[in-house]
């Protein structure tokens, strides 16, 4: 008795198509037309779907196979599902006269099980284009042709271009999504409150932007970082540290072409102090009035200038083992 249901879904097919066949392509294209002007894309089921695709037809149909039950868990059907009704509401009211002869169709799996299982299908979602097979646009071979889902949901604009490959010298009305109020309203009401925002901060921005001090410290700040190796960290990914083989941590890497995080780190420190260090002593040292106070001043910058410059001696003697010069204490 196995052979039973499919006896019985042969016999449905054969009757259906019978009924089908008796009306004429044209009279099948104004039912599902008129249709589609009330309710775009046509709902169908197995009946509706064999009368809409049978042959001869002198009309396109663009038929979309889904799943939409939470039961089958099709993801892909629930994200493509929208994109599909915008397609077919933005070709319909474009072509109300149906200009392009093109029907939209949806089947569902839950109205449509017969078909499913006729075309063998296992997935969804599947949409199918059925070109004519009669009249000046009949295609040479009536088979559908399948549109690729491999790379995830598409979007209604690239389905629309799909189509109109497979409909040369007919009317493609372009597709129109409806204006995301939201979307606006957002965008006004902070592009409001940020220029609000701005002027009212700008007499207290103003005189920020426009001290030397800060444009200096900032300047100052990316010579800093970028003499000091950083983009070189970003392109070649060095490592932070690095061990020195006898178990400890090695900071800095010999050789100019090799570079650590840390090594960076240190280097910007040494060059932030040398350069603190020479203003200090070029614009702050001269201002003090008290001539004790300005000689201890100078002293003691002079001895941070002496103690980190043997420091970066030392330091290019780590990179290149054959440099000549250095200063004590760092000797």
Not at 18 to 23: C, D, E, S, V, Y
Not at 105 to 113: E, I, K, N, V
Not at 294 to 320: C, D, E, P, T
Request: hydrophobic share 45%.
């Amino acid at each position: 008795m196995r052979w039973l249901p499919t006896f019985l879904s042969a016999s449905l097919l054969a009757a259906t198509g019978a009924l089908a066949a008796k009306k004429s392509t044209e009279e099948r294209f104004k039912e599902f037309h008129a249709k589609s002007l009330s309710s775009t894309p046509v709902k169908l089921a197995d009946s509706s779907y064999r009368s809409l695709t049978a042959t001869p037809r002198d009309y396109t149909v663009a038929v979309l196979l889904t799943a939409l039950d939470a039961r089958f868990g099709c993801q892909l059907c629930r994200e493509f599902q929208p994109e599909w009704d915008l397609l077919s509401r933005s070709w319909i009211k474009g072509d109300k006269p149906g200009a392009s002869r093109l029907v939209f169709g949806t089947l569902d799996f839950t109205d449509g099980r017969d078909t499913f299982m006729s075309l063998g299908l296992q997935t969804a979602p599947v949409l199918l284009f059925f070109p004519p097979t009669t009249g000046p646009h009949a295609a040479s071979s009536p088979e559908p042709i399948r549109f690729d889902f491999a790379n995830g949901p598409q979007s209604a604009e690239q389905v629309h271009e799909w189509l109109a490959r497979h409909m040369p010298n007919r009317p493609h009305p372009a597709v129109k999504r409806p204006i995301n109020w939201l979307k606006w309203i957002s965008t006004f009401v902070i592009t409001s409150g940020s220029l609000t925002f701005a002027y009212v901060a700008w007499p207290y921005v103003l005189p920020v932007i426009q001290n030397r001090n800060v444009w200096a410290a900032i300047s100052l700040i990316s010579i800093l970082l970028f003499t000091s190796g950083h983009m070189f960290n970003h392109i070649r990914k060095v490592p932070y540290v690095a061990g020195d083989g006898r178990g400890g941590i090695s900071y800095f890497a010999a050789g100019f072409q090799n570079q650590y995080g840390m090594e960076t780190q240190v280097v910007a420190a040494m060059y932030g102090v040398l350069s603190f260090a020479t203003i200090s002593l070029a614009v702050k040292v001269p201002r003090i009035a008290d001539p004790k106070v300005q000689g201890v001043a100078v002293l003691a910058w002079g001895g941070i200038l002496f103690v980190m410059y043997s420091f970066l001696l030392s330091v290019f003697r780590v990179k290149n083992g054959g440099y000549p010069f250095s200063l004590p204490p760092f000797m």
